[in-house]
């Protein structure tokens, strides 16, 4: 039986037996250098021209980021601090980035939707939950939170009962917090038939068209009024 130094000797000149590692999967990138661009452009508008404190803020995600505050609330100093395609998880990593400094008086919340749509839990998102509210109130122990329930679409309708269960956790996380408050669209924004309205999404099924957010305002408006 050969040795492993005899083997050696076999192979011809200038070839190297490499040793065999295991590929190491790979790594997918932090969730900072995804988002990393759009909260420094939030920093850097706040700097340019810093909002004044006491605002509303709107936070989360693309939910957030295509509502037209300045349409649908002209005379409330709404903020509008959206990036689309976030999740809860990325919300609380940067809520102390987007959010806090501005002071505001009031945060919406809409964030949950996409979650549960890569395969988190509802316990995952609502733990997510919980750190982005005790930054919240570290830092802004006074602020109202207004938490927008995860909207019933046609194209993720088959994460209907996982939504609900969401909104259970979140709804009960608010009723704890003396400022805190959640807003269920759900009942809402379905027909008499138990589904989704289909007049008041845009053609991908999912986003809100104009019909949506006019609902949204007229659900969000008192509470938004409400001292």
């Not at 845009?202 to 949204?216: I, P, Q, S, T, V």
């Amino acid at each position: 039986m050969r040795t492993l130094s005899q083997l050696l000797l076999l192979l011809p000149l200038g070839v190297v037996a490499a040793p065999c590692f295991a590929a190491e999967p790979a790594k997918s990138p932090p969730a900072e250098s995804k988002w990393e661009q759009t909260i420094a452009a939030f920093e850097e508008l706040d700097q340019k021209s810093p909002p004044a404190a006491g605002g509303i803020v709107f936070y989360g995600s693309s939910s957030i980021k295509v509502w037209d505050l300045e349409k649908s609330f002209p005379e409330l100093p709404a903020i509008n601090r959206g990036f689309g395609g976030s999740q809860m998880s990325e919300a609380a990593q940067f809520v102390r980035r987007a959010v806090t400094p501005l002071k505001p008086r009031t945060i919406v919340l809409y964030e949950g939707d996409n979650d549960l749509n890569v395969g988190k839990t509802p316990q995952q998102v609502a733990a997510d939950f919980d750190a982005l509210l005790k930054s919240l109130r570290t830092d802004l122990p006074e602020a109202k939170l207004i938490v927008i329930g995860c909207k019933p679409s046609p194209s993720r309708w088959k994460l209907i009962d996982k939504q609900r269960e969401l909104n259970r956790l979140i709804s009960e996380r608010c009723q704890a917090d003396q400022h805190a408050t959640f807003l269920d669209v759900e009942k809402p924004m379905l027909a008499a038939d138990g589904q989704p309205r289909p007049e008041l999404f845009r053609a991908d099924k999912l986003h809100l068209n104009d019909a949506g957010y006019e609902l949204w305002n007229s659900l969000l408006a008192p509470l938004l009024a409400a001292k």
